[in-house]
């Protein structure tokens, strides 16, 4: 494994805003891709007739992607600069997605936010979602780019309106704007992104691989705390087993050690751990891994469990108590409501049972006891009980995985953070 500290890193913005042309700009510039994957790219985006999506194309791998032009799944690519080694989440921007993004949120440790300066777009409807849900979902190191300068003659005028507006959104959710770097650049092109453009002498600042480096902290890693692993997939490899696949939030998994996988309780023991196809002797928070595990078969384990040491085992919460802001909601919530619960890789269906209290979102003090409804724009504490055994832990213990967000009607609700657990009796 690199000597680098690893960080993983999201891409969010509204769709069509450039992300993943982006990321292929920035992967192939630093030399993660080769020059003849590039070339059979251009030649891919030619047949499909998108002539501008070569870059795209380096991380929108599925067909499907390809042919809609659309991130749709997330993608983990690895790439260096020279002080840090990422793991490139590339989150969706499509509405129908923002579960996928939530997901990618849920494990990253810093994000590139894309909008797009071009004319008649800038700051749109999900920019606003994608920026309220990477401030609930704890995701606080931001380099924010504006994107297809191209497209707006390099002009520093139009840069100034699209970033003002920006600010603007960013400081109202409680961003601290002077902290967050903001960058011209042109992804298609490739201004700015690895190379120093010379189209805008204006921007006296850093390239975007430059700001990666001066800008982001390595996250604390929680080795400390008890194990917790949340599931994204199983798989089952021929001559190997079972292999479920997932980040380590806190803890250290080992090789040898037993685990718990909850809300089922079932245990196998690890044989082997891989990150990016090297074999690992143990893993530690921030890595993606696949960890082989004997004892369980394939349909023991599924997304949304979580793995932890007998010990301590995951929370599987009978009831909990969360706080939430309601990002948009076409009438009102009310007790009784039943949307989905996105938390970390877990979706769940959770009755709302009783609206404790609204709050203030800024200073987080009661302004209303017992509410009979709360809309959009609205901040509360709520009581809620899921639908079928869930993993959710306190915010005071486990941050990583106490975040989530509320889904319905294929749109994001409302998210929050998990206060308190009632947990399920065994």
């Not at 967050?180 to 006296?204: C, Q, T």
């Not at 917790?228 to 190997?240: E, L, S």
């Not at 007790?335 to 009783?354: D, L, N, Q």
Request: proline share 6%; charged share 25%; glycine share 8%.
């Amino acid at each position: 494994m690199p000597a680098k500290p690893h960080i993983n890193l999201m891409t969010a913005g509204h769709v069509d805003s450039g992300k993943s042309t982006l990321l292929g700009r920035l992967l192939y510039d630093s030399g993660a891709i080769r020059e003849e994957e590039m070339r059979k790219l251009k030649e891919v985006a030619k047949e499909l007739k998108k002539e501008t999506w070569e870059f795209a194309y380096a991380v929108d791998t599925t067909k499907e992607e390809r042919a809609r032009g659309l991130t749709i799944d997330l993608m983990h690519r690895p790439f260096e600069t020279k002080k840090w080694f990422f793991t490139v989440i590339d989150a969706p921007g499509h509405r129908d997605f923002v579960k996928n993004m939530i997901t990618g949120a849920s494990q990253a440790d810093a994000a590139i936010f894309v909008v797009s300066a071009k004319p008649g777009e800038g700051v749109q409807e999900q920019t606003k979602e994608h920026a309220w849900l990477l401030k609930v979902l704890g995701v606080n190191q931001i380099v924010l780019v504006l994107n297809k300068m191209d497209a707006a003659n390099y002009d520093e005028k139009r840069f100034n309106e699209v970033k003002d507006e920006v600010v603007k959104l960013f400081k109202g959710i409680g961003y601290k704007v002077d902290e967050i770097p903001m960058i011209p650049i042109s992804a298609f092109v490739g201004d700015n992104v690895v190379k120093k453009s010379d189209k805008m002498p204006w921007y006296k600042g850093p390239t975007l691989i430059e700001s990666l480096d001066q800008h982001i902290k390595e996250p604390s890693k929680p080795t400390d705390k008890p194990l917790r692993v949340p599931i994204q997939d199983v798989y089952t490899i021929t001559g190997v087993g079972t292999v479920p696949v997932g980040r380590v939030e806190t803890g250290v998994m080992k090789v040898g050690d037993t685990l718990t996988f909850m809300p089922t309780g079932v245990q196998g023991e690890v044989k082997t751990i891989e990150v990016h196809h090297q074999q690992i002797p143990q893993a530690i928070p921030g890595d993606n891994v696949g960890f082989n595990v004997r004892g369980i078969s394939k349909n023991d384990v599924r997304r949304g469990d979580v793995a932890g040491l007998p010990s301590n085992p995951p929370t599987v919460a009978k009831e909990f108590t969360a706080q939430i802001i309601v990002l948009q909601h076409p009438t009102v919530i009310t007790a009784g409501y039943t949307p989905v619960f996105h938390c970390h890789t877990a979706s769940v269906a959770c009755r709302i049972e009783e609206i404790i209290a609204k709050i203030d979102p800024k200073t987080g003090q009661v302004t209303k006891e017992k509410p009979d409804f709360i809309k959009t724009g609205d901040a509360a504490r709520i009581r809620v009980i899921p639908s079928k055994p869930f993993v959710v832990e306190k915010q005071a213990d486990f941050p990583e995985l106490a975040r989530f967000a509320i889904r319905d009607m294929g749109t994001t609700v409302a998210a929050g953070v998990c206060l308190d657990v009632v947990k399920a009796e065994k």
